[in-house]
């Protein structure tokens, strides 16, 4: 058998690097670097505006866990599945409802990632590759930054590299067991962030059906099962909601059906092309992630966030397919750069050609940018040792990362200037030492190459995250979104100008006037008091008040009708209703419609009795009014 075909002995002929010796740095650093997303996460961040609702929710009942209620009394989901938010739920449980308890499982999640990416690497292409993959990927900035806050993201990544890991076993054995665990983790992966997951599908099947030992037959009719696999469990909570009957479950919040297929496909699938449901998504993600094209993930928003590796990850992908050419079929090799470069390209079009890319999405791509950074690196400098001539390309690449770490830092100025410098420096001297003292050479290149990301990591780990930057989590400088994004996120026209007294516009604080009015006057009522959409009741259900979120996350959901609406006033569930505020205008003509019949059936609470004239509750003319719904007492005798 070729060394190249046998990881065991291609890690043997990697740089000189023991698998305990990786595994015990990686173990030190990471015990540091949980505590401080732990702790930096508590202390200079806050937990999701939305995302941490539904948790209280779900920590308190088993009803609203196994439904993913976003409130306590069942009436909406989220606008996602649950599954991420499972692992934070029981933490709550556990440990109390704190952000703390939020903020474990995430740490603790994107912690375990590098280690199985660690060892999905070190069966591929050796020890050496293997730490330098899991270096690149807790490197990577927009990882640590998305850690600390409470987004599924950081649970699918985790379940798309288990189900890596498991596929390269699959690829090297041809057995049965590890490519059914990877059916299974994707669809663990499925039940995080639905069709999401799927990306990283096309790569391991390749990389599977390609490599594997055995006949063709046998190879699709083993993954033709494993899909199976992954395809009942992705299914097994949608199915279990589709099969309830509507009066004993909450609406699908992201449909306007009530239907999580709707949700799934539509708002969560397609509605990532195109605007859905009223609010100007593609305008807002534009103005977040860039516009889509070609070079979006070169441009000075999303290559701070994973870009400082990518273009050595692209080199490194081309090399590894051209040094194996003329391999057979079953080289587990090259099978590992198929799979992680279809990682990585998937991805890469996906996010430049969506309209709606947060940065923190780019996450994603973090696992294949290591991987390919890790063994490339590897490769090159076995390339180099051996005096190819394909030498060259290691300290080309050395030389070119640390410009383009230089390049990417200058995008924010004044942010952490001296990593400019010192990586170039790094890079001249690492160069200037290979030929001397291989070792200290390879040490110094490696670390002009991971400086600038490494550098903007550590600062993400403790840089603040709280009010709107919650909503996109991004590591580097604060970037308040502008007047006209402002606008459009809360469903204003461009114009409207939202003024600096509005702070985070009650998405993570309450309006506390009001709500003392509304709590000393309630009377058992099932809900508190209805809100427009579910952005607006999100500081109240984090409170653990039971407030009614009419229309969802977008304020567009038909939920509740206005016969639901006049029903629940009727049955006493519902006294007070407010319209207006920072997000009345969301869902277009239905939250109008809700709002118009609150105006004509309730009557306004004197504004005396609840406003704080110090603090802004809504845009300019759109302020918070309190009504109060109460049917109106009958004379007596009549």
């Not at 006949?215 to 099969?243: F, Q, Y």
């Not at 609010?279 to 094209?293: D, K, N, T, V």
């Amino acid at each position: 058998m070729n060394v190249a075909d046998d990881p065991a002995r291609a890690s043997a002929a990697h740089p000189r690097i023991s698998q305990s010796t990786a595994f015990a740095v990686l173990a030190g650093a990471l015990a540091v670097g949980v505590f401080a997303l732990i702790m930096g996460g508590v202390d200079r961040a806050e937990p999701h505006y939305y995302y941490a609702p539904a948790v209280r929710s779900m920590s308190d009942s088993w009803r609203a866990f196994a439904q993913g209620s976003l409130d306590p009394a069942g009436s909406i989901t989220l606008d996602k599945m649950p599954g991420a938010f499972w692992l934070q739920a029981i933490s709550a449980r556990c440990f109390g409802y704190s952000h703390a308890s939020l903020a474990l499982p995430q740490a603790l999640l994107a912690a375990a990632t590098v280690f199985v990416l660690f060892d999905t690497v070190r069966r591929w292409a050796g020890a050496a590759a293997g730490l330098g993959a899991a270096l690149a990927f807790a490197f990577t900035p927009i990882t640590i930054a998305l850690a600390r806050i409470d987004i599924p993201d950081t649970a699918l990544i985790f379940c798309q590299v288990c189900a890596a890991h498991a596929t390269v076993r699959a690829v090297q054995t041809g057995f049965w067991r590890p490519l059914l665990a990877a059916a299974v983790w994707l669809g663990l992966a499925f039940q995080v962030k639905m069709i999401q997951a799927f990306a990283v599908l096309p790569a391991m099947a390749l990389a599977y059906l390609l490599a594997a030992p055995g006949p063709l037959r046998a190879r699709i009719a083993k993954g033709a099962g494993a899909l199976a696999v992954t395809a009942a469990i992705s299914m097994s909570w949608p199915l279990a909601m589709a099969l309830t009957p509507k009066g004993a479950r909450p609406y699908i919040d992201g449909s306007i059906h009530d239907s999580v297929w709707e949700m799934i496909f539509g708002y969560n699938g397609l509605g990532r092309w195109i605007a859905l449901h009223g609010i100007g998504r593609a305008q807002i993600s534009a103005s977040l992630g860039g516009e889509p094209g070609a070079l979006r993930l070169f441009g000075s928003t999303l290559a701070p966030q994973i870009g400082w590796l990518l273009p050595f990850s692209l080199l490194a992908l081309a090399t590894g397919i051209a040094l194996r050419r003329g391999a057979p079929r079953t080289c587990s090799i090259r099978a590992g750069w198929l799979l992680w470069g279809g990682w990585l390209l998937v991805h890469a079009v996906e996010f430049s050609t969506t309209s709606e890319v947060h940065p923190y999405y780019t996450a994603a791509l973090a696992p294949a940018v290591g991987a390919l950074a890790g063994a490339g690196f590897a490769a090159m400098v076995r390339e180099w040792k051996a005096g190819r001539r394909t030498r060259w390309l290691l300290p080309a690449s050395v030389l070119g990362t640390a410009g383009w770490s230089a390049f990417v830092t200058s995008s924010e100025g004044d942010y952490l200037p001296w990593v400019r410098p010192l990586a170039i420096g790094l890079a001249v001297l690492g160069c200037g030492a290979l030929a001397y003292r291989l070792a200290l050479g390879l040490a110094v290149a490696a670390a002009a190459m991971l400086l600038g990301p490494a550098a903007w990591a550590l600062a993400a780990a403790g840089n603040p995250m709280k009010g709107l930057s919650v909503i996109s989590p991004m590591a580097g400088p604060a970037r308040p979104l502008s007047s006209s994004t402002l606008a459009a996120l809360h469903g204003f026209p461009p114009h409207v100008r939202i003024p600096a007294s509005a702070g985070d516009m009650h998405m993570s604080t309450p309006n506390a006037p009001l709500l003392a009015y509304v709590t000393a006057h309630h009377r058992g009522e099932r809900y508190l008091f209805a809100v427009p959409t579910a952005n607006t009741a999100a500081p109240y259900l984090r409170a653990g008040y039971s407030v009614l979120p009419m229309g969802g996350f977008t304020g567009s959901a038909p939920m509740p009708t206005l016969g639901e609406l006049s029903r629940a006033i009727e049955a006493g569930h519902l006294r007070y209703a407010v319209t207006g505020g920072f997000h009345a205008t969301m869902g277009g003509a239905i939250s109008r419609e809700r709002q118009d019949w609150i105006k004509a059936h309730c009557q306004p609470v004197p504004p005396a009795d609840y406003e704080n004239t110090a603090e802004s509750t809504g845009p300019p003319g759109n302020p918070e009014v309190l009504f109060d719904c109460r049917p109106p007492v009958s004379p007596e005798g009549t």
